[in-house]
């Protein structure tokens, strides 16, 4: 029997475009979905707002509605008759629906909130039980799709979408779930953004993952869902997840990188797989100088200078709990598609790094990519992917 | 799956005849004071029950791994953000990096220098539930023990009903096999949604609080009970997560 589990169906949106098609053409051709962001803030920066107007909820679900919501359904639009292909298959008790987030429905409660702050009174839109929490969209999705299984958020910061596909192996290992939809939603809020700012890490201008001249990364929203099943269709296969802790600090990675070399490790030690089999790692890289050297060191550590690194932060912005699953979609495409996109901004890379930074789009056969994620709390989880 | 051990089970504030008792707020000494300062309740509460579990059962916390679960999360840091937000306009860093979903993960990871695999889960009304499952699952998978620890916080206003529930912390410490001091409390097996199950019935005013949806299997381990535990409380819709209690 194969390892893993094969990635039935997959769909995106995010400051690249709001269908899969149009982000991964924009990742092809080397575009930025980075903009000014959509709300005004007391200092300068960039976002990755999905673009044009998100539309409402149907009526039927409006209570839920919500930015963080609108970009789970137009992600969830793509992915409607693959799930309901799966229940048909499984049986919806047996479709599990396991989602990460960062923020949840934050945005939402940051407009109710200025509201009362104006006037003393919450706006009678909102609802914090259907828009604030984060099992409230992952009900949602349940609720739209019709999938019965056990349906969770995972939320452990920037690891959270890559975390998903360790609990989707696990359920469907375990014996308790056919298939998982799993993926990742975040939306903008200012919290996030001043948050960053006030620890100094945000770039004023488009961020440069892995470059000499970085200054910090850039917030971008986005969702990315997956459907990983016990059998069917699919070019490419989860084959393994590690998931560790740093101990180190709240919101630094270790400077040895030792958290995320053994995240890196655990998840081809779950494949079966020597480090040499990786055609392509897909870096965290967010931009900061801390977590780019970090990063590297521990990349360094287990791949060597051989493998290509990419950092995607600075096409979509750094989307927080939906970057993992974001990040993995793109590593199914390389595996699909024959090819590595750019490390946007990466030139003139940071000399003595190590690695191997992607500088141009590059037709290459890729069969096994690896895909790191790492977050606030020192959590890490590095996935990897490969050809069926 | 295998029945899983239950090796120790934590509460704060205690329940019954000690609670009037308790301070206004759980020790959480398991995080050095420059960890602790400033942390929320729900931090400390997640800290209390990892501390207490351990302390009954002799978990390693260097390398047991940890599954923290919450239905509303740092939501009193989140809300005194906005206030800073609307005040100044400028956010603590200190306040910002304590924010996200997994910060007792991260805080109480450094202060026991665990490097082995934590996360933090939501699902509202069956955080308890998924919570025991995600953990029971690793167990399956292979992992040799977990600490599954559960808080909620209570809603900070203007936040509708604020503050809705009294805070509550639970843990408790799941084994594959028999723990280092020779004893298990129980196991457990069987969890799964039962469309029969009564909706748990809990008195305030933790009865509102998310996480008193395991206080049935807490009171089940602590007297002894073997049979079935509903895990969640009332609400909409028939079909209730469960589990088994049987003997270790």
Redesign the interface.
């Known amino acids: 029997m194969p390892a893993g589990y094969p990635v039935t169906a997959y769909a995106m949106c995010n400051a690249l475009g709001a269908r899969t098609r149009d982000a991964i053409a924009a990742l092809s051709e080397g575009r930025s979905g980075l903009e000014p962001p959509p709300f005004e803030l007391p200092f300068e920066t960039v976002a990755g707002a999905v673009p044009g107007e998100l539309p409402a909820l149907p009526a039927a679900v409006s209570g839920w509605d919500a930015r963080v919501t609108r970009i789970a359904l137009i992600a969830l639009a793509e992915l409607s008759e693959p799930v309901s292909r799966a229940i048909r298959r499984w049986g919806k008790d047996r479709v599990a629906v396991v989602l990460g987030t960062s923020t949840g429905g934050l945005e939402s409660t940051e407009r109710a909130y200025a509201a009362h702050h104006q006037s003393g009174r919450l706006p009678a839109w909102y609802d914090y039980d259907l828009q604030h929490p984060f099992h409230a969209f992952a009900d949602l999705v349940a609720h739209v799709t019709g999938a019965g299984g056990p349906t969770y958020v995972v939320s452990t910061a920037c690891s959270t979408s890559t975390k998903v596909l360790g609990s989707a192996m696990r359920l469907i290992g375990a014996g308790v779930a056919d298939a998982v939809l799993v993926g990742g939603v975040d939306s903008l809020t200012q919290t996030t953004l001043r948050g960053f700012h006030c620890l100094s890490v945000l770039a004023p201008k488009r961020c440069k993952p892995f470059s000499r001249d970085r200054e910090g990364m850039n917030i971008g929203e986005g969702a990315a869902l997956l459907l990983v099943e016990r059998e069917g269709e699919g070019s490419v296969r989860v084959l393994g997840v590690g998931e560790t802790s740093d101990a180190h600090h709240m919101s630094s990675p270790d400077p040895a990188g030792a958290g995320a070399r053994a995240a890196m490790e655990q998840a081809l030690a779950q494949a079966g797989l020597d480090a040499a089999a990786v055609d392509y790692v897909n870096a965290h890289g967010t931009g900061t100088k801390r977590n780019d050297a970090a990063e590297a060191q521990a990349i360094a550590s287990v791949f060597g200078a051989r493998v290509p690194v990419v950092s995607t932060k600075a096409f979509t912005g750094h989307q927080l709990g939906a970057a993992g699953a974001t990040e993995a979609v793109f590593s199914i495409v390389a595996i699909e598609q024959s090819w590595i996109p750019t490390s946007l901004g990466a030139d003139p890379v940071e000399p003595d790094l190590g690695i191997a930074i992607q500088l141009a789009r590059t037709e290459r056969k890729c069969r096994v990519v690896v895909s790191n994620s790492f977050g606030f709390g020192g959590s890490n989880a590095s996935v990897v992917l490969g050809a069926a | 799956?295998k029945a899983v051990l239950v090796a120790a089970v934590g509460v704060w504030p205690p329940l019954g005849p000690d609670a009037t008792a308790a301070p206004a707020a759980p020790p959480a000494e398991l995080l050095p004071s420059r960890l602790r300062r400033g942390t929320s309740m729900l931090t400390r509460l997640f800290a209390e029950g990892v501390a207490q579990v351990a302390a009954q059962s002799g978990a390693d916390l260097a390398s047991v791994a940890t599954v923290y679960g919450s239905?509303?999360?740092e939501i009193e840091t989140?809300?005194a953000?906005?206030q800073m937000?609307?005040g100044d306009?400028?956010?603590?860093?200190a306040r910002?990096?304590?924010?996200?979903?997994?910060?007792a993960?991260?805080?109480v990871?450094?202060a026991?220098?665990?490097?082995?695999?934590?996360?933090?889960?939501?699902?509202?009304e069956?955080?308890a539930a998924?919570c025991l499952?995600?953990a029971?699952?690793?167990i399956?998978?292979g992992a040799t023990d977990v600490i599954v620890a559960l808080a909620d916080e209570p809603?900070p206003a203007?936040?509708?009903g604020a503050p809705r529930y009294a805070p509550l912390g639970v843990a408790f410490h799941l084994r594959a096999e028999t723990p280092p001091n020779g004893r298990a409390l129980a196991a457990l097996r069987g969890l799964r949604?039962d469309a029969t199950a009564p909706a748990a019935t809990l008195a305030e005013p933790l009865g509102n609080n998310p996480v008193a949806a395991a206080l049935p299997l807490v009171d089940a381990i602590r007297q002894g009970r073997r049979g079935t535990v509903v895990l969640e409380r009332g609400g909409a819709g028939t079909s209730r997560w469960c589990i088994e209690v049987v003997d270790p």
């Open positions: 799956m239905a509303n999360g989140a809300i953000q906005l937000m609307h306009g400028v956010l603590s860093p910002f990096k304590s924010s996200v979903h997994n910060t993960s991260g805080l990871s450094i026991a220098g665990n490097r082995a695999f934590s996360t933090a889960l939501a699902a509202g069956r955080t998924m499952l995600e029971i699952v690793l399956d998978r809603l203007p936040l509708p949604v």
